[in-house]
């Protein structure tokens, strides 16, 4: 689906985009959608998230799981992007005993780096298994100070230099946050502009007009364990 309505996607998206910035903070609501059959299996999300966010070993914001469908010898894998689910009744904000995890007034779930003490409560509260721990590894192993390893990753559009094991984020859960420190300068997520499927859309589901609002109104659409009541704000359409 390169093309909605016979104009580019993502130029579509830009365009909701500047138009919900113009709206106060409180009256946006960010949300995802993931189109399965769109969805090629390249991890190009994956990569780009990683790129941008320069995520150590072993944290993957937005991971794709792959699950094989059919039988032998009819078989065929299925793609299923992982990012967190920004969930409107999240679990893993109670939990935390020092609120550095919290639910800001646009629906955004975030960490609060420099609050964490990485008691990994709400590693284990989320049954989207979507939060890691920064454990202090690098893939450059003992040459790591020289590299792009400890620059700024710019999260939160902040400051976080993985300096050493008690320095943020280091020490800290850490997770997908629908790069809003892009999102707040009129840029797309990463992961949306990377898919080479054009299977992700985002944008604010508070405006009608946008297309991810008319993508999610359609009736092929599912949440991953809305059984669960945690209102997930990451649509699939299958």
Same mark, same amino acid.
């Given at each position: ?22 709206? +106060? ?44 469908? %059919? ?21 893993? @904000? ?41 454990? %202090? ?33 280091? %020490? ?46 359609? +009736? ?9 009541? @945690? ?8």
């Amino acid at each position: 689906m390169e093309q909605f309505d016979g104009k580019d996607i993502l130029e579509i998206m830009r365009e909701d985009l500047q138009r919900a910035l113009k709206k +106060p903070r409180h009256e946006r609501r960010w949300a995802m959608a993931i189109d399965m059959k769109q969805c090629i299996g390249c991890h190009a999300c994956t990569t780009g998230c990683m790129s941008e966010n320069l995520t150590p070993p072993e944290i993957h914001y937005r991971p794709v799981k792959e699950e094989e469908t %059919g039988e032998y010898p009819n078989t065929g894998l299925k793609f299923i992007p992982r990012p967190c689910m920004q969930c409107d009744a999240p679990t893993c @904000t109670p939990v935390c005993p020092v609120t550095a995890t919290y639910k800001r007034d646009d629906g955004l779930v975030v960490i609060d780096y420099k609050k964490c003490i990485g008691c990994r409560y709400c590693i284990v509260a989320c049954p989207y298994g979507a939060r890691s721990a920064d454990a %202090g590894h690098y893939f450059t192993g003992d040459f790591h100070k020289n590299t792009y390893e400890v620059e700024n990753s710019g999260e939160y559009g902040k400051t976080f230099r993985r300096k050493s094991h008690w320095h943020s984020p280091i %020490g800290n859960a850490r997770k997908c946050h629908f790069c809003i420190h892009r999102v707040e300068k009129g840029e797309l997520t990463r992961c949306t502009t990377t898919c080479l499927g054009h299977a992700t859309f985002f944008g604010d589901i508070n405006d009608p007009k946008a297309l991810i609002t008319r993508l999610i109104s359609r +009736p092929n659409v599912i949440r991953y364990k809305e059984e669960l009541g @945690t209102k997930p704000m990451v649509y699939y359409i299958v």
